[in-house]
């Protein structure tokens, strides 16, 4: 075997999970890994797992990296359309509709690699493996988190978020033909990691994000009573609770050879104006993971 044989990256089936905003540290994680010569041969994946696992399968992830970057916190509520009735805040196509123009549709079955989204049929109760036909209908359909998006009517079912049953979801990558299986789990411990990914970009950022000693004590003493969370905050911050329970599970049975994991305090749900340091936060996580014998 030659020298240049030698240092041939592996085939690695990629599982991304979901998590909102952090997932925007997929991106950068799919990058280092792609600097390592690693070659990424499927991708399954789940909410903004599958959102970004897919674009990247469509051969994208630049343009849309790029796109995300640009992104301010105003540009957020030029995105969401509202519902007007009871299944959900938001419908979701004007998004689909910029990913679309930005991407183009695709097929995916005609995807240069492999790739499953995950999603969960409301009337059956069960995770549904959508790996055939429109990647945005597949995508659509794993980021509708209840309440905050419509259910998406797809192929005879009513769809949602697929981490409401499989936040990481590994089971679709088992029986790939890839030398190693890499989950990134984005409901991590949290390890104050939110001021952490700033500072990757501003290290001159102040790590009380601007408050005082003295509120932080009085937070965590109880001498003042919380202020109470608004009706996103309390949506997504259940579903996170409750997918974080069902990752460590999921991570205990199918057992990935390698696991990056993202602290679920890293952003808000909403907060997809960060691009730049969550992106950069992924980097560096990937990079510490893969920084052993096995990469």
């Not at 799919?30 to 897919?54: D, F, K, P, R, T």
């Not at 999603?119 to 790996?131: C, F, G, K, S, V």
């Amino acid at each position: 075997m030659s020298k240049q044989e030698g240092k041939r990256g592996k085939r690695v089936a990629l599982v991304l999970g979901s998590g909102g905003a952090r997932g925007l540290a997929h991106i950068g994680i799919i990058q280092h890994i792609e600097s390592l010569g690693h070659e990424i041969v499927y991708i399954s994946g789940c909410s903004m797992g599958a959102l970004v696992g897919g674009i990247y399968a469509a051969g994208q992830l630049e343009p849309y990296a790029e796109w995300a970057r640009k992104l301010e916190r105003r540009d957020m509520f030029s995105l969401l359309d509202f519902a007007f009735g009871w299944t959900g805040l938001f419908k979701g196509d004007r998004l689909m509709g910029v990913l679309k123009e930005l991407v183009g549709d695709h097929v995916i079955e005609d995807l240069p690699i492999g790739f499953t989204a995950v999603a969960t049929d409301l009337r059956e109760q069960r995770e549904i493996w959508l790996n055939k036909g429109s990647l945005f209908d597949a995508i659509r359909a794993s980021i509708a988190i209840p309440t905050v998006f419509t259910p998406h009517v797809y192929l005879g079912r009513i769809l949602v978020d697929g981490g409401l049953l499989n936040p990481i979801p590994i089971a679709p990558a088992l029986n790939q033909d890839a030398d190693m299986i890499i989950a990134v789990n984005l409901n991590a411990a949290s390890r104050s990691s939110r001021e952490r990914a700033r500072q990757l970009v501003d290290p001159d950022q102040d790590a009380t994000d601007g408050r005082s000693p003295e509120a932080e004590s009085e937070a965590e003493d109880g001498s003042k009573d919380p202020k109470l969370p608004g009706i996103i905050d309390v949506v997504t911050a259940s579903i996170d609770l409750m997918q974080n329970s069902i990752a460590r599970m999921k991570l205990a049975a199918y057992t990935p050879d390698i696991v990056i994991d993202v602290p679920r305090d890293a952003s808000l749900f909403y907060e997809f104006y960060r691009a730049e340091e969550l992106i950069e936060l992924g980097r560096e996580r990937a990079q510490a993971a893969l920084a052993g014998p096995r990469s």
